[in-house]
């Protein structure tokens, strides 16, 4: 990995922006994070994973999403789903089980190819009703899906050091080792943040403008990103000044991601406020916006939990328990075409913080 860091070092005076670090820290071919053989999904860390998404956690996850993705293909009337980040395959096989013959296509969209063996080896059972592609078609129809994708797509930091606003990067310390770097630049958070303490926070160019494309290219349909986060008020607050950057792994979390390169996750909490913006400006509604926990009552979780043993139930319940992923976790829905009351916003929708 050093030399790609080196190269790009060079190529600005010895100098990067933190989103194109996170870019080959995590998507180089081979080598970053998310295209190497690492296990990253699993419960425990003794199976080599560094950690634990909703499907893997409980299969009831994805049954119950599969009513809100059920909902949306009979709206929108189309038969395919899209999934983006597909990771182990666990979601796609929980909506394809739950989902059967309304499904005529489901469409994986991943960069990367280990994880694509993996999702493939999952997904046999389906045959050519599932399919991989790198890159979104100039036009689709359908459902999207995207369980804990934008958190890992890059960011620029941002650090309000002495009242002055800097982009905070990478550069090579004399000793070899990657550090932190500060330049004067142009660039704000979507919101002034009171107060003149140091702060150090991220804006979300490639998530929004990821959004954005998406709702170009989705002729007709509809779109569910499921995420940790906070609307821009809680986002920019001001006692938020340590950002949210974060590494994942073994099951460990720490807040040096310039460290281990490759060899770990590295997310920052999702800027909702700028997602539904991005969204909105680029022609798609909002359907809906709430926590996670209300999301999965709102789609039937408890009558799914209901018909399961113990232990089920009780990995169940971490996906709406307060302190787990109930209420970090955020889900925001959005449609090209005729909106409808979608049944996974029916209760608890927090548009109006957005």
């Given at each position: 990995?050093?030399?790609?860091?080196?190269?790009?070092?060079?190529?600005?005076?010895?100098?990067?922006?933190?989103?194109?670090?996170?870019?080959?820290?995590?998507?180089?071919?081979?080598?970053?994070?998310?295209?190497?053989?690492?296990?990253?999904?699993?419960?425990?860390?003794?199976?080599?994973?560094?950690?634990?998404?909703?499907?893997?956690?409980?299969?009831?996850?994805?049954?119950?999403?599969?009513?809100?993705?059920?909902?949306?293909?009979?709206?929108?009337?189309?038969?395919?789903?899209?999934?983006?980040?597909?990771?182990?395959?666990?979601?796609?096989?929980?909506?394809?089980?739950?989902?059967?013959?309304?499904?005529a296509r489901y469409t994986i969209v991943d960069l990367s190819g280990t994880?694509?063996?993996?999702?493939?080896?999952?997904?046999?059972?389906?045959?050519?009703?599932v399919r991989w592609v790198s890159e979104l078609p100039d036009a689709m129809?359908?459902?999207?899906?995207?369980?804990?994708?934008?958190?890992?797509?890059?960011?620029?930091?941002?650090?309000?050091?002495?009242?002055?606003?800097?982009?905070?990067?990478?550069?090579?310390?004399?000793?070899?080792?990657?550090?932190?770097?500060?330049?004067?630049?142009?660039?704000?958070?979507?919101?002034?943040?009171?107060?003149?303490?140091?702060?150090?926070?991220?804006?979300?160019?490639?998530?929004?403008?990821?959004?954005?494309?998406?709702?170009?290219?989705?002729?007709?349909?509809?779109?569910?990103?499921?995420?940790?986060?906070?609307?821009?008020?809680?986002?920019?607050?001001?006692?938020?000044?340590?950002?949210?950057?974060?590494?994942?792994?073994?099951?460990?979390?720490?807040?040096?991601?310039?460290?281990?390169?490759?060899?770990?996750?590295?997310?920052?909490?999702?800027?909702?406020?700028?997602?539904?913006?991005?969204?909105?400006?680029?022609?798609?509604?909002?359907?809906?916006?709430?926590?996670?926990?209300?999301?999965?009552?709102?789609?039937?979780?408890?009558?799914?939990?209901?018909?399961?043993?113990?232990?089920?139930?009780?990995?169940?319940?971490?996906?709406?328990?307060?302190?787990?992923?109930?209420?970090?976790?955020?889900?925001?829905?959005?449609?090209?075409?005729?909106?409808?009351?979608?049944?996974?916003?029916?209760?608890?929708?927090?548009?109006?913080?957005?």
């Open positions: 990995m050093d030399p790609i860091i080196d190269a790009a070092l060079a190529r600005g005076d010895g100098w990067m922006p933190f989103d194109r670090f996170m870019d080959i820290a995590l998507y180089t071919p081979g080598l970053g994070y998310y295209a190497n053989a690492l296990t990253k999904f699993g419960v425990m860390p003794r199976s080599g994973s560094d950690f634990v998404t909703a499907p893997e956690l409980s299969p009831l996850f994805g049954r119950t999403l599969a009513v809100a993705v059920g909902d949306a293909l009979s709206h929108t009337g189309t038969q395919e789903v899209w999934e983006f980040g597909a990771g182990s395959g666990a979601l796609a096989a929980q909506l394809l089980g739950a989902l059967g013959e309304r499904v994880l694509r063996e993996r999702q493939q080896r999952a997904l046999a059972a389906w045959g050519d009703k129809d359908g459902v999207v899906v995207g369980n804990e994708v934008l958190d890992a797509m890059p960011v620029k930091l941002l650090a309000r050091v002495g009242g002055k606003w800097f982009e905070r990067g990478v550069a090579r310390a004399p000793d070899g080792s990657l550090v932190h770097a500060d330049q004067p630049t142009d660039l704000r958070p979507p919101l002034e943040v009171p107060g003149d303490h140091d702060y150090l926070t991220e804006i979300h160019l490639p998530a929004e403008a990821f959004v954005a494309t998406l709702a170009e290219r989705l002729a007709n349909g509809a779109a569910f990103f499921l995420d940790y986060g906070f609307p821009e008020s809680e986002y920019y607050h001001p006692q938020r000044h340590m950002g949210t950057v974060m590494c994942h792994r073994g099951h460990q979390a720490d807040g040096n991601a310039l460290a281990d390169v490759g060899l770990k996750d590295i997310t920052a909490h999702v800027n909702f406020t700028g997602v539904a913006l991005a969204g909105q400006e680029a022609g798609m509604t909002v359907l809906g916006y709430c926590s996670q926990a209300r999301f999965l009552l709102n789609c039937g979780l408890l009558a799914q939990m209901e018909e399961a043993d113990t232990p089920q139930r009780a990995m169940a319940a971490r996906l709406v328990h307060e302190h787990e992923m109930g209420e970090l976790f955020k889900v925001i829905g959005f449609c090209n075409g005729e909106p409808w009351d979608a049944v996974g916003f029916t209760e608890g929708d927090r548009s109006h913080t957005l």
